[in-house]
């Protein structure tokens, strides 16, 4: 398996409630690592930007603004078949059929205040990384 990198976000709900350790510590104990990292509150600007497959969805003005009501961490993260690997151990998007010991099951509020984000395939990975790192900023 090859190694990959993956676009990782811990969101407001989470920033909220101090779990940034915790969450980041369910995705090292996966075997993720957290090769760049910084905290950002982000514009309507930049949430519309960055989720603008969702816009004709209707819950993207609720994700729009679930995403700026306060800050979130963004990384990177690095290992083996790290895009998948990821979005298993976040979970459902929904926390009521996320799995036993997931990030989603563990933390989540709701569907839409989930606590995280993750990559869905290699193009969006780097598509997303590149987004909101510099490669300068990444450091394997
Ligand atoms: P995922 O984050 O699991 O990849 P999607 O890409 O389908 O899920 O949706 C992006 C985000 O939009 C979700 O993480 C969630 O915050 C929000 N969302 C998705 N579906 C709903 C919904 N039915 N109601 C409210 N918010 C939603
Ligand atoms: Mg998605």
């Known amino acids: 398996m090859a190694i990959e990198r993956t676009f990782s976000m811990i969101k407001p709900d989470a920033t909220a409630r101090n779990l940034t350790g915790a969450i980041t510590n369910v995705l090292e104990k996966a075997g993720l690592r957290v090769v760049a990292s910084k905290r950002v509150w982000m514009t309507e600007k930049q949430a519309e930007g960055f989720y603008a497959v969702h816009r004709a ?39 009521a059929k996320a799995a036993e010991g997931t990030i989603r099951k563990l933390f989540a509020k709701s569907i839409g205040e989930n606590s995280v984000h993750g990559s869905d395939a ?13 490669e300068t900023e990444i450091v394997g």
């Open 57 to 95: 969805r209707p819950f993207f003005g609720e994700l729009v603004s679930t995403m700026t009501a306060g800050p979130t961490v963004i990384q990177v993260l690095e290992g083996e078949n790290a895009i998948a690997k990821n979005r298993e151990v976040m979970g459902a998007t929904d926390p």
């Open 122 to 134: 290699p193009e969006t990975a780097r598509q997303e990384i590149a987004y909101w790192f510099a």
